[in-house]
């Protein structure tokens, strides 16, 4: 399957995971102000994107990770700003959103899963 549509501003990042309770999988692009979730549907020799959630984000995104945040039975996003904010999004609704100390640049971001925990390099590039 190959999809091409302009979604008029830059792509920051591309996930494709479970984000709702249906179990379908869908696809979330972070833009630089914005994350958006989109359900991919399939008909005859069409292929669209629909979009299921929009959110718009306080500050500049740097990236995200995804997974079963609190063993949720979806997945989340968490958006890292370039600035230190780390913002979780459920679904429809934006659930936390916590500022990171000591923070001047932006970095890798993951989701351990079994220790249910966020792994990040502080400003010495140091893992916490």
Known sequence: MLIEKNLNDGILQVGIGQYGED???????????YLVIYGVTTSHETTELIQVYRHE?????????QGYFGKAHHEMICVQSVDGMLTIV???????QVTLPDFYLPGPLIFAKHSDAFIVTNTSFEIE
């Open 57 to 65: 984000l306080d500050r500049n995104s740097f990236n995200f990770t």
């Open 23 to 33: 179990n379908g999988l869908l696809l979330a692009v972070l833009h630089s102000r």
């Open 90 to 96: 459920n679904q429809d609704s934006i659930q936390l």
